[in-house]
């Protein structure tokens, strides 16, 4: 599809709003998260078990690489539609594009400059890069070009005009040097619509380490409506989470969203486990999928796993709460939502 120019009265939906389909990426061989053969059987199969939740509620497209289509059609179901394109990862959120409406309700899609997450020396991206246009074009979009370095899982909208950046990724050197907030803020508003920016100082201790993104703000904060936000919290004060925690939800009180009013700060609780073979854990309840009729829940075997499903019902009434074991997903370096990316039907 041909660029979609330089119109400026784009706006990102809410998750919530209705979707035409969801969007997924089936990890490659030979990846950073699918190193050896387990790996590679360990990673498909929670990817896998994540597509077949949201199957249940909407149609679902893996992009696959051409290397690996004959194992994705063995264990993906007919349900799921497959499109062919190279591969260097499987975070369709980061490396997806971000689609929007335009005034008239239809819809485009913002095609992110991706670049391994801030150049990170285990990352390679030229396949990925690749991936925001190619699912833009396969649904029959215009394509809006960002010149700024962006993903998917870095920003959390609320439909509405209000956004959550954090500083470690959008102003992060190795993505976007020499941009001010000012500067992000006036791309955002051309490409998203965004008039209220929230940025969160940094994000979760594990998120910052090696193989993280430096902060992303999908695994924080949700907006699940205007003037509402989940938080993560981090209630053992042993976990480096904890003051980040508390700063978060300090910070949130006295931000006001984009209606003007003082946001409804709702806690939910992190996982009580805190530690893996790696060190702390980043697992977050608040890295979950809206998609119609249900939310799709990361669920880690954990005592808070139930506490979280009954926050998320509150949060989202009269959607069905489905909870998928997102270990496996996190022990890659991200959560339900880093895999997944909506695509949402025309406006009315």
Known sequence: MSSAGNQSNWRMPAEHAPHRRTWMAFPPAGSEITATPEAVDEARAAWTAVAHAVAEFEPVTMVVDPADIGAAKQQLSGAIDILEAPLDDAWMRDIGPTFVHAADGSVAAVDWVFNGWGQQDWARWDNDSKIGRAVAEAAGVPVIDSPLVNEGGGI??????TVILTETVQLDPFRNPGLTRADVEAE?????????AIWLPRGLWRDSQRFGTRGHADIVAALPSPGVVLVHDQRDPEHPDHELSRELMKQFAAETSSTGTPFEVIPVPAPRTLRDEEGFVDYSYINHYV????VILCGFDDPNDAEAAEIMARAYPGRTIVTVDAREIFARGGGI????????????
């Open 188 to 196: 955002l508003r051309r490409t998203i619509g965004i008039d209220t």
């Open 337 to 348: 939502h880093c895999i997944t990316q909506n695509e949402p039907l025309p406006a009315r």
């Open 156 to 161: 959390q909208v609320d439909g509405a005009g």
């Open 291 to 294: 998609c119609d009729g249900a």
